[in-house]
C-alpha cells in the first residue's frame, strides 16, 4: 500500500494503542512520521518499529497543552522533513467519568484544554507548512458523539467540541486548500478495553471471552474494531482517495452505531 509515499505525518498522543496503529500504518502506507507523546522511551519504541518498516521517524517529547512544547514540535518537524502533509489530533484526556452535577469543574476544563484547545494549537502551527503542501488534518474523535449515557456528560461536552472545531477549520481553512475531517471510534480492542474486560468477568465470575461475546452481540458485525482498522481510516483520509473530502466525520465501529 503506498497511499501516502513521500508524504509526512505529525501524530499526537503516541501510545501503546491507537497513537501507535496511526504511526505504524502510515509508515506501511508510504510515510514518513514525526511522533509526540509526553513519555519518550513510548516514542523511542514506536520509532524503532516505524524504522523496522523502512520509513524515517522523528519522535519528540511534547506536552501539546504547553504553547512552547508545541511550537518546538512543529518547528523539529519542518526542520527534519521540510514539509508536513498529514497531521493527526489523537492525544486525549478523559475528565471524570461522573454526573454533570457533581463533576469538578476545573477537571473538565483540563479536559477541554487537551481535547480541544490543544488541538486548536497544533492545527493553528501546522496550517502554513498544510497549505504548503495541499495537505489535511484528522482528529481523532470517539461515539460517545452518539451517545447521552449518564456520567459520560464531560466526555461529550469536549469531544463535541472538538467535532465543531474540525468542521469550522474546514470550512476555514478549505480555501487554502486544506482538508479537516474527524473519525470517530467505538470500543476499540487494545490492551486497556482488554484489561477492562478481564476485570468485569473478573467481578461477574465468567471468562473474559463471554463479556467480548456479549458485548459483540449488540454490534453489526458482531466483533470490536482493532486499532490497526480505526488507523487505516485515518491513513484513507490522508490520501489522495479522500481529495475531496472535508468537514467529515466517519465513525469506525462495526456497526455500534449509525451515523
Given at each position: 500500500m503506498d497511499l501516502l509515499t513521500g508524504k509526512v505525518v505529525l501524530v499526537s498522543g503516541i501510545g501503546p494503542g491507537l497513537?501507535?496503529?496511526v504511526a505504524l500504518r502510515s509508515a506501511a502506507a508510504g510515510a514518513d512520521v514525526v511522533l509526540a507523546a509526553r513519555t519518550e522511551s513510548r516514542l523511542a519504541e514506536v520509532a524503532a518499529e516505524v524504522a523496522a518498516l523502512g520509513r524515517r521517524a522523528v519522535p519528540v517529547p511534547t506536552d501539546i497543552t504547553d504553547d512552547a512544547s508545541a511550537t518546538k514540535l512543529v518547528e523539529t518537524a519542518l526542520s527534519e522533513f521540510g514539509r508536513l502533509d498529514t497531521l493527526v489530533n489523537n492525544a486525549f484526556a478523559i475528565p471524570p467519568i461522573t454526573d454533570l452535577a457533581e463533576v469538578d469543574l476545573d477537571a473538565?476544563?483540563?479536559?477541554?484544554e487537551t481535547n480541544v484547545l490543544a488541538a486548536l494549537r497544533l492545527t493553528r502551527?501546522?496550517?502554513?507548512a498544510l497549505a504548503d503542501s495541499a495537505g489535511s488534518v484528522v482528529m481523532i474523535n470517539s461515539a460517545v458523539l452518539r451517545h447521552s449515557r449518564r456520567t459520560f456528560g464531560a466526555y461529550k461536552m469536549a469531544k463535541a467540541s472538538l467535532l465543531a472545531l474540525a468542521q469550522?477549520?474546514?470550512?476555514?481553512?478549505?480555501?487554502?486548500g486544506i482538508r479537516v475531517n474527524?473519525?470517530?471510534?467505538g470500543y476499540i480492542w487494545a490492551d486497556s478495553l482488554k484489561w477492562y474486560f478481564a476485570y468485569l468477568a473478573k467481578e461477574r465470575g465468567i471468562p473474559a471471552e463471554q463479556v467480548y461475546a456479549e458485548t459483540a452481540e449488540t454490534i453489526d458485525l458482531r466483533r470490536l474494531?482493532?486499532?490497526?482498522?480505526i488507523a487505516d481510516t485515518v491513513v484513507f483520509l490522508a490520501s489522495a482517495l479522500a481529495r475531496c473530502v472535508t468537514g467529515q466525520c466517519l465513525d469506525v465501529n462495526a456497526g455500534e452505531y449509525h451515523h
Open positions: 497513537g501507535r496503529s473538565v476544563r483540563a479536559g477541554f502551527l501546522c496550517t502554513s469550522s477549520l474546514a470550512s476555514e481553512l478549505g480555501p487554502r474527524s473519525v470517530a471510534p474494531p482493532e486499532p490497526d482498522e
